[in-house]
């Protein structure tokens, strides 16, 4: 089957012409046979028709495009590039999809909508920014975008072209490629040069459009719009722009057809008549010059609001406002000026009317105005209105003119006027919009009219008609420029393209002797007219090919331009070209008061684009040199005095201005759009098929078409291709790693033609047609496999059904067959019970005859018998005898016949045998007489004789032995007995050898046995090694569910390692608290017990003082009495030395002695004690039972951490870990053992060591001098029964550590054990299954290598936490010991203060530093300090730092001039602080830095909040920070400042935070699919014509959602390290989440390519990654809230879309607008088996969803908007943390600048 009868089978869609639609399209009812006369068609009316063919099948109609390649962003990828195609194409796309933009190679096709589109906001401006031509919907902001980007990218000049007839949308669509350029191109920072660039288009509306029949604001004007960059630091900026006009339609000035009105600036004027009442206006139908047309208003346009736009435009175009009066002015001086009425003359003294000559009545109301307006002369203006003046060679003569002569001169002078007031205008503006600045590149906007033909074409249409002809030419040599340049890139072979050539037309208007030069001749003669003009070009001009002449007459002639034939009336054409105005009248308006007028009237008529272009012109990157230049400079100063002479035509300067134009645009790198009115009426998307072909047509798209068609229109990239068509080969064919190889597998087989495709670098290109060939083959393969997978679905889903029926049946057969059974089961039943009652009946009445009957027969029978036995006997008996006698009778007989049968036979044989022998012996006797007979026998005697030779020899020999032997006996007689010994020993090892034999044969039997055992263990080994195969896949996956069981456990262990390490740390401080007050409490104790055994010493001491002395002196106790508080014995000494009386001293010096040895046993005793007190202070700090049992606590923790450890270590035994890691790792455990075990044998030691100490210190070692002091060792006594209580309690805890360190190495030996069996099982089971799966064994022994890594790291891990909790635990103790330090020195001061007497020196307490919480600091310090605290504060040192440490510091220098009561201080502080926070704020800073003082700014505020004084805040605070508030400073308003400083930060952070992600978010949400990593939208023909070829988006390792994870999760610990409360950082992710759904949301509205359902699963899928992330944070579900338009435009993809489904959709898309889901269901791309999206179904879904109630008032945009930020809201959160705690770390290097007070 050929491939046209393939394309053309049964069913197949085509196109035929139709009369009235142009193309229409039909079905094929039978299949096309080569040869055949016609085909069989059915049209979409329904009607059948036969179509006639061609034998060769040449004339075969077009196919239709494949429903895949249907409403295709660029008609280039269309299969077949053909007419009908392209209208269809655009058809679908303008109508059902309503798409008003379509690409056509490097051409835009605008359809005008007559409609408001929501497609040209900011929204859509930024989501087409940084985006390459193709990625989004076509559109003009990517074309310009296009423009824009290779503008930066390679510093060219570029240029725009808007081309297309009036009414289609050419001015709008300059105006919004203006608007993208200034949008993207503006700089605040200057001077607002995209706003001038705006408001220019207001200006040339007004002054340069009009209405006409076929469009409301039509441009009467070519502009080219030059907007001028300069380059900054790598970016274009908008410097300024330049205008360049052409042939502006002056004609409309004085008159318009009907429908039509004047320029807008005329009817504007009109209806702001009221603020200029000097210019004496009135409404517009009453001025002559506005009221031909009969079409004053436009709707829905109001003139007055119009003409406030344009004013406001003229203004900020640096239009004065004596300028815009003065313009207003002239404007309404041409009003007033057509309302001059000419009327006619009579001769003098008659009523004869004068036809040579007109009358102006002098007191002509509007020529006065005129007069008045424009500041002229009003009788002169009258004089040469009516005049003309004739000069000749000496003198001038005066004529009259008559009425027509006068209208015309007043209508020309009208529209030079307003020519010049419009050069003028323009000249403003170029001055305004170019500062004159150097330029360094500019994209030129081309706003030109389209091909024109009308029923009357005039010199206007012929000027418009040509230039569209040089501009074709420009864009077919571009456009295959770029064909060519496509080929050569891609290194493929291409033949020439032919292509049509216009340069015959060109050179039959251009050329010498054409129309131009032709129409120049003519008006340069004296009585030139249009009939002789015509003459001459019948004459010249019919040899050109593109020339016709009309049939009749000569008023006319026809030109073949490339888009139609157009007939031109020659009428007018003289007078339009020379285009002359009276110069009397123009001297008048030269000298005119009013200087703009005058300033007006004396512009030259120059072309500014053609000296910018002679300047320096560039063509293809070459300098172009131009012969004329010279004679610029001469034509320029001859048009300083214009004259008939030298004056040039219209014609010729509009020639002169398209070739500078063209030159320009030739070395500019183009872009175009084209511009198609679909309908005469202007409603809105109708669609009109006759008018739109024929634009397409005219405008190029057809030729560009066929331009494409001609080489290789189809052009798939290699993934696209591959991920489309894999399906047509088989796998064997297909490579993922060489997709090129794979694509030309599959073009190759397909396709026998090679010229019907190329290969080229990274594409395929495809003839037309070729790509439609594919589809139909994919079609048809898809449809084959679908009817098999739906044959299968459907016998499964049949077969299911059958067996559910099958399954019913049986249930119903076998209850209705039980049921039967079990009737007839009864019935068997009560028949067999009958059947038994009447068998036994009836057996016992037959039993009953039969006894009878048998008792009668038996006696019969007996009686018979007996008779018949002796009957048969005598029988018998008879019969008997009678054999015996027969037997001897035949054996006599028998004998006799014998013995006479062997006596003949004997007699026979002996006959025989006697001649035998006779015979025999006859022949013996015969041979007896020969020699042989003798010779044989002779010789066997000699044989004898010699064989007994021989044998007499041997015997000889043998006698000869024999005799030797004799001899020989005796020694044979000795060797006899030793053969006998060694007999015996042979019978003892045969037998020994028996028993061998026996256990070699029971072993044979084992061994077979073992063998047979063996060849079961083999057959089991195979059926081992079979489930071994298929029980390795169920380990595979149990090993991966137990990794990841295992990571969390592990994870789990670190949280509960954390939680245990915290308790553990709490319960340590409890215990350090709870044991420093008891030992507090003990001292307290033992200080009241010394108190008293010292109170009892002195007692006793003064009862032996008073016992010594009897005297009536003072006793001790009276002293001691006076001081009863003094206890101690210093108050004893005092008293003794000090306060005994002098006179008691004199008379007893007896005693004095005894006295002094007293006081020195005391001191002794005191000295002893305190010794004794020291050792105990001592032995008590050592004997602490708190470093025990920290020590026994930390034991334990590390036990139960070694035994946690070695159980991960026996887990990863049985998941195959190495030996020897396992054997390094038990070692380690039992080395930590030991030196555990070393650690308690050394808590040991010291233990006995200071038993032994404290029992060396017995009482018996002391020895008092004297009975007098036992209290004192009663008091010791007490001591030293308290150190042995604390002796058995440190006993008590080394028992129980020691029993538990038995148990500990119990379990490890224990451990121990169990490792060596687990080990000999991995050893067995690694011998088992060495040989047959060596290779697996490889992959788990590296599997379980790179597992041991892991929990090696882990471990490392745990180790290191360990090491660090460790480290926590020593500095804890430190600080218990500087505790119990400080706890002994308050004791013993007590003790001190105790002991102390009050006459004594007072005691003074050291006085306690209190900390206030303020840092004390200079104001001229002030910028050091902030520089430094911004500088110092990198974001590795601030995550050491208390999260907002610098607002602590901050407001503690607030505090600080608060207490100084410096106002300037604290105002100078926070403005710096402002200031500084916001110089950050605008310049560019890594985000850390933001979120750093983000967080400072937080905390400071509520740092002034709770220490403001205000009662909202300090209602939580504790009574130290409600003493530390400001006292003297309001700081309201600078909570204000800060506040709004918080707002900035947040918004810059957003925003920076934004500008990561953007690039990320699309690759993402839309691009990345699992299923089919790397797929591309299908159906995007690459457009990197300049932009170059698009970076894949996942440059990164992984997935682009897990980037975009990754970078979500990298802000998010940042968020955390820096201590930003989860409330806000819920804020910033609620914020990035709804950008997030911004960008991709209005990505996937402007890609209506990927609008399938497919597209909806992969966002579903990436989506989801995102909620579980959040999830995992443990953020609020109010977060994800943003992404709820996203996930219900996913829903909505993969939704339904019948009519029955309306309101589910309605109920699916609560949070979309209407616009967006329309937009989704226009742009959704059906797949080849989907249902059709009807238009009834898109009516009933609008219809219900502008029913809803939307809170959104914007639901005509389908696009969100990216840059709205949610306003930031600043929660106030408590601080416990005290100010005067916080130290100044010396790291910030603040030391020398603040003081904490």
């Known amino acids: 089957m050929s491939s046209e009868e393939m394309l053309y089978a049964q069913g197949s869609k085509i196109w035929v012409p139709h009369a009235e639609q142009v193309w229409e399209s039909a079905t094929l009812e039978e299949s096309y046979r080569k040869g055949a006369g016609f085909l069989k068609i059915c049209t979409e009316s329904g009607s059948l028709k036969e179509v006639k063919l061609k034998a060769d099948g040449s004339d075969l109609p077009p196919l239709r495009n ?219 139908d009453k001025f002559q010059f506005l009221n031909m047309g009969g079409a004053p208003d436009i709707d829905r346009v109001s003139d007055a609001d119009q003409f406030n736009e344009t004013v406001q435009a003229m203004t900020v175009l640096g239009f004065s406002i004596q300028q815009i009066a003065d313009i207003v002015k002239i404007l309404a001086g041409i009003l007033h000026l057509g309302n001059i009425q000419v009327s006619k003359k009579f001769n003098e003294g008659s009523e004869e009317e004068d036809t040579d000559s007109c009358e102006i009545f002098h007191n002509d109301i509007h020529l006065q105005i005129t007069g008045d307006l424009l500041r002229v002369s009003a009788e002169d203006l009258r004089r040469w209105l009516l005049m003309r003046k004739i000069e000749s060679v000496n003198e001038y003569v005066l004529i009259p003119n008559n009425i027509e002569a006068a209208q015309a001169a007043r209508d020309a002078l009208a529209k030079h006027i307003y020519a010049k007031l419009f050069q003028y205008i323009v000249g403003v503006l170029n001055k305004s919009l170019n500062n004159g600045s150097k330029q360094c590149s500019f994209i030129g906007v081309l706003d030109i009219y389209g091909f024109e033909t009308f ?74 007219s249009d009939e002789s003009w015509a003459g001459k070009l019948i004459g010249k001009c019919s040899k050109f090919p593109h020339f016709e002449k009309p049939r009749f007459g000569t008023t006319s002639f026809f030109i073949k331009h490339f888009s139609d034939t157009v007939e031109y009336d020659v009428n007018g054409f003289l007078e339009k070209n020379r285009d002359t105005v009276s110069k009397e009248l123009t001297q008048v308006l030269g000298e005119s008061n009013m200087s703009l007028v005058k300033q007006v009237m004396t512009l ?21 040199i131009s012969a004329g230049r010279k004679q610029q400079g001469n034509d320029t100063r001859r048009r300083v005095v214009p004259s008939k002479q030298h004056r040039k035509t219209v014609g010729s300067q509009f020639q002169e201005s398209l070739s500078s134009l063209i030159s320009t645009l030739h070395a500019t790198t183009p872009h175009y759009v084209r511009c198609i009115k679909p309908n005469d009426d202007k409603i809105a998307f109708k669609w009109e098929t006759a008018k739109i072909i024929q634009q397409l047509r005219a405008c190029g798209v057809l030729e560009t078409v066929r331009i494409s068609a001609a080489g290789f229109p189809s052009r798939w990239l290699y993934p696209d291709f591959y991920m489309r068509y894999q399906l047509l080969v088989y796998r064997s064919k297909l490579d993922k790693n060489d997709m090129k190889q794979s694509c030309r597998n599959i073009v190759m087989k397909w396709i026998q033609d090679e010229d019907k495709y190329r290969f080229g670098n990274t594409q395929i290109f495809f003839r037309a047609g070729q790509v439609a060939f594919l589809e139909q083959v994919r079609a048809n393969l898809r449809k084959k496999y679908i009817t098999i997978v739906q044959s299968v679905v459907r016998r499964f889903i049949y077969r299911r059904r059958f067996l559910r029926i099958q399954m019913v049946i049986h249930g119903i057969q076998m209850h209705a067959r039980g049921f039967l059974a079990r009737q007839r089961v009864q019935k068997m039943r009560e028949a067999r019970a009958g059947l038994i009652l009447s068998k036994y009946a009836r057996g016992w009445l037959c039993r009953r005859r039969y006894l009878r009957l048998r008792h009668s027969i038996f006696g019969i029978q007996t009686y018979a018998r007996g008779m018949m036995a002796r009957s048969k006997f005598h029988a018998m008996r008879d019969h008997y005898r009678a054999v015996q006698i027969q037997r001897f009778v035949r054996g006599a007989l028998a004998r006799r016949a014998y013995q006479k049968r062997r006596r003949n036979i004997i007699i026979c044989q002996a006959a025989i045998r006697r001649f035998l022998a006779r015979r025999k012996f006859k022949r013996m006797k015969a041979e007896a007489k020969t020699i042989s007979h ?77 063998r047979d055992e063996k060849m079961q263990l083999l057959e089991e080994n195979g059926h081992a090694q079979e489930e071994w195969l298929s029980q390795k896949q169920t380990w595979r996956q149990e090993n991966e569910e137990l990794r990841r069981q295992i990571d969390e456990i592990i994870e789990m262990a670190k949280n509960a390692e954390v939680s245990q390490r915290t308790q553990e740390d709490r319960m340590l401080a409890e215990i350090d608290n709870r044991e420093l007050n008891e030992a507090y409490q003990r001292a307290i104790k033992d200080k009241e017990v010394i108190e008293n055994e010292n109170y009892m010493l002195k007692e006793e001491l003064s009862r032996l003082t008073a016992g010594s002395f009897t005297l009536h002196g003072r006793k001790a106790s009276n002293a001691s009495s006076q001081n009863e508080d003094d206890v101690g014995y210093a108050s004893a000494k005092n ?26 046993i005391l001191e002794e005793e005191k000295q002893k004690h305190k010794n004794l007190q020291g050792q105990y202070i001592k032995l008590a700090n050592r004997n602490k039972p708190t470093e025990d049992s920290f020590r026994v606590s930390e034991l334990e923790v590390e036990n139960e951490k070694l035994r946690s450890e070695y159980d991960q270590l026996r887990t990863s035994i049985k998941h195959g870990v190495e030996i020897n890691e396992l054997n390094a790792q038990h070692a380690a455990l039992q080395e930590e053992v030991r030196r555990r075990r070393e650690e308690c044998i050394q808590l040991k030691a010291v233990l ?50 020691n029993s538990k360190l038995v148990e500990m190495t119990q379990d490890i030996e224990r451990l121990n054990i169990e490792k060596d069996e687990l080990q000999k099982v991995i050893f067995e089971s690694i011998d088992e299954f060495e040989e047959p799966n060596l290779e697996t064994l490889r992959q788990n022994d590296r599997y379980l290598r790179r597992e041991l890594q892991k929990a090696v790291a882990q471990y490392l891990l745990v180790q290191e936490e360990l090491k660090l909790a460790n480290a926590k635990l020593n500095a804890y103790r430190q600080d218990g010991g500087q505790l119990e330090h400080k706890l002994e020195e308050e004791m013993s001061r007590n003790k001190a203060n105790g002991m102390s007497n009050d006459v004594g020196a007072n005691v003074t307490k050291q ?13 001229s310090d002030l910028d050091k300090i902030l520089q430094r605290l911004l500088s110092a504060l990198t974001p590795r040192t601030v995550v050491g730092l208390l999260p907002g440490f610098p607002a602590y510091l901050i407001f503690m220098c607030i505090r600080y001039t608060d207490l100084t009561n410096a106002d300037d201080d604290v105002r100078e502080l926070l403005s710096k602080f402002v200031i500084q926070i916001k110089k950050m704020h605008r310049t560019p800073h890594p985000i850390e830095n933001r979120v750093i003082w983000l967080v400072n700014s937080i905390t400071l505020l509520n740092l002034m909040k709770q220490y403001g004084d205000v009662e909202e805040y300090v209602k939580f605070n504790t009574e130290k920070q409600n003493q530390q508030q400001l006292k003297n400073f309001n700081l309201f308003e600078y909570r204000r400042v800060i506040l709004d400083l918080i707002v900035n930060l947040y918004q810059a952070l957003i925003m920076q935070i934004q500008g990561l992600l953007d690039p990320k978010i699309v690759p993402a949400i839309l691009n990345n699919d699992e299923i089919q990593r790397g797929r591309q939208a299908h159906g995007m023909r690459s457009r990197t014509t300049s932009i170059g070829a698009s970076s894949s988006p996942e440059h990164g390792g992984g997935p682009a959602w897990k980037q975009l994870i990754g970078q979500l999760d990298h802000f998010y610990k940042q968020f955390q390290h820096f201590g930003l409360n989860n409330c806000y950082a819920e804020q910033i992710f609620h914020q990035l989440l709804y950008f997030i759904c911004a960008v991709a949301l209005n990505c996937l509205m402007l890609r209506g390519d990927i609008c399938m359902w497919e597209t909806g699963m992969i966002i579903r899928y990436n989506i989801g990654c995102i909620e579980d992330w959040v999830r995992s944070k443990k953020m609020s579900n109010d977060v994800l809230a943003p992404l709820a338009p996203l996930n219900q435009v996913s829903q909505l993809l993969q939704s339904r879309k019948s009519e029955q489904d309306v309101q589910t959709i ?37 219809k219900e969803l502008n029913a809803r109630q939307m809170q959104k008032s914007n639901s005509d945009e389908f696009t969100i908007d990216q840059k709205f930020i949610q306003p930031f809201k600043v929660v106030f959160k408590y601080s416990e943390i005290k100010l005067e705690d916080i130290d100044l770390p010396s790291h910030l290097n603040l030391d020398e600048f603040l003081t904490k007070i």
């Open 604 to 624: 030259e008529e120059i072309d500014t684009l053609s000296v910018d272009a002679a300047k320096s012109s560039t063509l293809g990157g070459r300098v172009v």
């Open 455 to 528: 029923e009357v074409n005039s010199f206007e249409q012929f000027c418009i008609n040509y230039a569209n002809e040089k501009l074709q030419q420009q864009f077919n040599q571009h456009v295959f420029k770029l064909e060519q340049e496509e080929y050569l890139k891609e290194g493929i072979t291409w033949t020439m393209i032919d292509f049509y050539d216009n340069q015959p037309c060109i050179d039959l208007i251009e050329s010498r002797l054409g129309v131009l030069d032709l129409l120049d001749e003519e008006c340069r003669m004296p009585k030139g």
């Open 1407 to 1419: 006085k306690s530093q209190n900390p206030q919480g303020l840092m004390k600091f200079h104001s």
């Open 66 to 284: 494949p429903a895949i390649l249907v409403g295709q962003n660029d008609l280039t990828t269309l299969s077949y590039l053909h007419e009908p195609g392209v209208l269809h194409n655009l058809r679908v796309r303008f109508c059902e999809r309503q798409i008003i933009y379509t690409y056509c190679g490097i051409i835009l096709v605008a359809i005008n909508p007559y409609a408001e589109m929501p497609l040209y906001g900011p929204n859509i401006i930024r989501a087409y920014r940084g985006h390459a031509m193709g990625d989004l919907e076509p559109h003009i902001f990517a074309l310009a975008e296009e423009a824009y980007t290779k503008l930066e990218r390679e510093n060219c000049n570029l240029s725009i072209i808007v081309s297309g007839e009036s009414g289609a949308g050419k001015t709008v669509s300059a105006k919004y490629a203006m608007r993208y350029f200034a949008a993207v191109g503006g700089s605040e920072s200057e001077t607002q040069v995209e706003r001038k660039v705006l408001a220019s288009s207001p200006i040339m509306e007004a002054f340069g459009n009009a209405k006409t029949t076929r469009n409301d604001n039509s441009s009467r004007f070519g502009k080219f719009t030059k907007l001028l960059f300069r380059n900054q630091m790598g970016v274009m900026y908008l410097q300024g722009a330049t205008m360049h006009t052409y042939l502006l339609e002056k004609s409309r000035v004085v008159y318009q057809a009907q429908g039509e009105r004047n320029y807008h600036i005329f009817y504007q004027l009109c209806a702001a008549r009221s603020k200029y009442p000097e210019l004496v206006l009135d409404h517009q």
């Open 1706 to 1742: 309605c109920d699916l898309c609560t949070s979309l607008s209407t616009a967006q889901v329309l937009k989704v269901m226009k742009s959704y791309k059906l797949d080849d088996y989907e249902s059709e999206i009807t238009n009834v179904f898109l009516e009933k879904l609008t």
């Open 1248 to 1297: 006995l060591q200071q038993s032994q100490s404290m029992r060396s210190l017995e009482p018996e070692s002391l020895q008092f001098r004297g009975n007098d002091v036992n209290e004192l060792m009663e008091a010791f006594q007490s001591q030293k029964l308290i150190n042995r209580q604390l002796e058995s309690e440190l006993k008590a805890i080394t028992e129980e550590h």
């Open 934 to 1010: 003798m010779e044989n026998k002779y010789m066997g005697l000699e044989n004898k004789i010699i064989s007994m030779q021989q044998r007499i020899d041997e015997l000889n020999r043998d006698n000869s032995n024999l005799k030797h032997k004799t001899s020989e006996i005796s020694v044979l007689k000795m060797k006899l007995e030793l053969k006998k010994t060694l007999e015996g020993e042979f019978k003892n090892v045969k037998a020994a050898c028996q028993d061998k034999d026996k256990l070699i044969e029971a072993l044979n039997k084992q061994l077979e046995a073992e």
């Open 1135 to 1160: 008293t003794l030395d000090i306060n005994r009386p002098p006179d008691l001293l004199n008379p007893y010096n007896d005693f004095t002695s005894l006295v002094v040895k007293l006081r020195a």
